[in-house]
């Protein structure tokens, strides 16, 4: 029941915001060529602004069907990791697969390994889920009151990369502020001070209030992680990366553990 509960707040949440997102990305794609313009004068004398606003409607075109996959690959992902942590928590499960094979004491040990590795696993995953749509938040109320255009999209950039440590928010903050000095030198240093101003906040305060309990993966191991995932599986790969070489190195963590015992 609170399963699909959750799921259906999901599809209410993405129902809400897709229709008005696609609306902005469209937008914004075929005005990519004036704010390129705008921004980079000396820089886009070469480009062939005529082959990029004959080839946009497409591009918009294929924007829509990547949002649509998109959902289609959350609502799959969240449920698979919900059904991942209805099977850790089902420790009659475990004795199932594991009876035949080992001693009610190693038994004993896989139950206590899997439990850590779910309850870490588990707290990252709420934690990044509050991290994405707090951030996300913040961005939009904070773009949106200094004026800037493509406010929605901007803040569902920056709310889906939070899960990508350090790299992620530099990378949300590039396009927010790009698009603020093609207006007005003001508006991007504005667009630029409400990044940083989110960073400070999501670092000094959310990051310690929600993250607390959770020890996550050192940057470099995250991205080689999120390298390897997409090699193997794509998007998909990417946004199941981190979950699973949270989960494999807790198993191995308690695993040593117990050996050293």
């Not at 698009?179 to 400070?200: D, E, K, N």
């Amino acid at each position: 029941m609170v399963f699909l509960t959750f799921l259906l707040v999901i599809y209410f949440l993405f129902s809400l915001i897709i229709p008005p997102l696609v609306k902005e990305i469209i937008v914004l794609l075929k005005n990519l060529p004036s704010i390129i313009r705008s921004v980079f004068p000396d820089y886009s004398l070469g480009l062939n602004f005529d082959f990029l606003s004959q080839n946009l409607p497409g591009l918009a075109n294929q924007t829509i069907n990547i949002i649509k996959g998109a959902f289609s690959n959350a609502v799959f992902l969240i449920s698979s990791l919900f059904f991942t942590f209805y099977f850790l928590h089902e420790k009659r499960i475990i004795d199932i697969l594991f009876g035949n094979f080992f001693e009610d004491l190693e038994i004993k040990k896989v139950e206590i390994v899997y439990e850590r590795a779910q309850r870490r696993v588990s707290s990252w995953f709420w934690g990044e889920l509050i991290l994405m749509f707090v951030v996300g938040a913040m961005n939009y109320i904070g773009l949106t009151l200094i004026g800037m255009r493509y406010s929605l999209a901007l803040a569902v950039l920056a709310g889906l990369l939070e899960v990508v440590p350090n790299v992620g928010p530099v990378t949300a903050a590039i396009p927010a502020v790009l698009i603020g000095f093609s207006r007005s030198p003001f508006l991007g240093l504005s667009a630029a001070a409400v990044v940083f101003i989110v960073q400070q906040l999501e670092n000094t305060l959310l990051v310690p209030l929600v993250m607390k309990k959770v020890v996550g993966l050192h940057p470099v191991v995250t991205l080689i992680a999120l390298i390897i995932g997409g090699k193997l599986a794509g998007i998909l790969g990417v946004l199941l990366a981190v979950p699973t070489t949270l989960f494999l190195e807790t198993v191995l963590i308690e695993l040593q553990r117990f050996n050293k015992k």
